[in-house]
Nanobody, 128 residues
Framework: QVQLVESGGGSVQAGGSLRLSCAAS????????MAWYRQAPGNQRELVAT???????NYADSVKGRFTIARDNAKNTVYLQMNSLNPEDTAVYYC??????????????????????WGQGTQVTVSS
């Protein structure tokens, strides 16, 4: 069974930093894209940053120059370093794995599958 577990959220004052982590567990062969999304109260979920398996990154304009996404393919883990935080960054942050390839075995018979998965979310609160 595949699971994504986030950690590292919390409360910080404006100008501060936080580092989020998201580890994917299970019998995982590869993950195409890992990403961070966020959702503030009353708002739709929005994309924050993505990183492909070979390292290409993409950022929302609102976080460019302040946030850095990175991944460790050997650990199936993605990170989000958030600097110069401001109150507008307050939201629940969700980890996403797109194109995750896994395998399941029953006895000596194994089969592979692919899907998209979400973490449970971690709260980030920035006070002014």
């Amino acid at each position: 069974q595949v699971q994504l577990v986030e950690s590292g959220g919390g409360s910080v004052q404006a100008g501060g930093s936080l580092r989020l982590s998201c580890a994917a567990s299970g019998r995982i062969t590869r993950i195409n894209v890992m990403a961070w999304y966020r959702q503030a109260p009353g708002n739709q979920r929005e994309l924050v940053a993505t990183i492909r398996s070979h390292g290409t990154t993409n950022y929302a304009d609102s976080v460019k120059g302040r946030f850095t996404i990175a991944r460790d393919n050997a650990k199936n883990t993605v990170y989000l370093q958030m600097n110069s935080l401001n109150p507008e960054d307050t939201a629940v942050y969700y980890c996403n794995a797109e194109g995750l390839v896994y395998y399941v075995c029953s006895g000596n018979v194994c089969a592979s599958g692919e899907g998209d998965y979400w973490g449970q979310g971690t709260q980030v609160t920035v006070s002014s």
